[in-house]
């Protein structure tokens, strides 16, 4: 049995699980919330769980430890995402224990990172961290979190709405860098994502058949992936390749950086200069995988040809990226416009065969 004891004005509990004893302050001058505490513990052992004090000493600087060893172990291509969303929650959850990360106080971060000029998709993707780090907590042998919070995540704005027409990507491509030409090319028809290119090697490349293909483990969701080169990018890859052959210095990479002796590194400088040259106004690189799923849907590919292309696994991504434009919408309503004529022609035809016949008769 436990027993109530008094450590100067603090109660305090001491219980046994196993014939092992456990001491433990309630933190209260009042012993009704020590006896509490003590019903609340020995019910815990009775249940064969580990009693809270067990949790109390784990802090979220542990569950944060353990879930990026997780991501190195597993070896996630987001682990450097996985690092800035700790860093951030570490900033207002660092030091407190298990029991203290609670629903007020997550939501009390939701309003920081909103005071902050977050977006509700980078404070879920903090918290979806935080809610994995927990779930990993619960599941360890033995548990270091005896339950997880409800953790509310914010309704996010996700229909993507950037997107180069053909005559802007013409006019920003002629602008930028000599090196990056050739790039955005094969961005603005593959619809790859930029790490996906920047790291593509002539070991990616077979130019007799005219194939790009990824391996699997080599994308963001680990599926191989293959594309054929239309006549331009087939063209495009040979001058590359013949270009390659002639510096001194061969270095692996399809579309290396301006010095030629590496890949591409940050070129947010010349990209933002050269959307103000070409007049497209502020244009992210990542408009051409939004651009390129369009192209294709429109042209008349598969939708599931379409994913496979460009590397989206789950429809709903999918959905996302095939944007209507206001031309998309104009042409529905032509296109409806002459369907309706068309209609209406052949009900005043068939109209007039029936009193034709009506009249001859």
Known sequence: ?????KRGNIYWIKYYRHGKPYQESSKSKKESDALRLLRNRE?????????????????????????LADYRIQGRKSLDRAKLSVSHLTRFFGGYTVPEITTPAINQYIEER??????????NRELSALRRMLNLGARQTPPKVNRVPYIPMMRERNVRQG????????????????????????????????????????????????IVRLEAGETKNDEGRTI?????????????????????????????NSKGTGRIGDFRSPWVTACKKAGVGYKLFHDFRRTAVRNMVRSGVPERVAMTISGHKTRSVFERYNIVSADDLKMAASRQEAYLKSQMVTIQLQSANFQSK???R
């Not at 064969?48 to 353990?66: H, S």
């Not at 909103?114 to 404070?123: E, F, H, R």
């Open 163 to 210: 997107f180069f027409e053909h005559s802007e990507y013409l006019v920003l491509r002629e602008v930028l860098p000599e090196y990056l030409k050739g790039f955005v090319s094969f961005a603005y028809k593959s619809g790859w994502r930029k790490k996906e290119i920047i790291n593509l090697t002539w070991s990616h490349v077979d130019r007799q058949e005219g």
């Open 43 to 67: 019910g815990e052992i009775a249940e064969g769980k580990l009693p809270g004090i067990y949790f109390d000493r784990v802090k979220f600087d542990d569950l944060a430890e353990d879930m």
């Open 228 to 256: 054929y080169l239309d006549e331009e990018l087939m063209d495009l890859f040979n001058q590359l390749w013949e270009k390659r052959k002639r510096v001194r210095k061969i270095i692996p990479y399809v579309f290396p």
């Open 358 to 360: 009506t009249h001859t």
């Open 1 to 5: 049995m436990g027993c109530v004891y």
């Open 114 to 123: 909103l005071g902050d000029g977050m977006s509700a998709g980078t404070i």
